[in-house]
């Protein structure tokens, strides 16, 4: 880590991840967060964001299918209501 202006620059790629399975409207969905607070693009300034992943169950594979991705706030908002202030 490199000190810069006063801040520590966090150059490792790190994040927290949460994850959680449920029911809406009949279907079943499982939705990642990812939150970070990094250098990871090495150019000298900490970034911080928050970003999911969504996938819902096909019954015919019986297997989740990504189904949305990204900046995806307001499903990050109804799932991890914890994140709510940083989002």
Not at 24 to 52: P, Q
Not at 62 to 76: R, V
Request: charged share 25%; with cysteine.
């Amino acid at each position: 880590m490199d000190k810069n202006n006063g801040s520590v620059l966090n150059r490792r790629y790190t994040a927290l991840l949460f994850s959680i399975e449920y029911e809406k409207n009949g279907n079943k969905f499982k939705t990642h967060a990812k939150v970070e607070w990094n250098d990871s693009c090495e150019n000298g300034h900490n970034t911080f964001s928050i970003t999911g992943s969504r996938y819902e169950f096909d019954t015919r594979s019986q297997s989740y299918k990504f189904w949305s991705g990204g900046c995806i706030h307001e499903e990050l908002s109804e799932q991890f209501p914890h994140l709510r202030p940083y989002i």
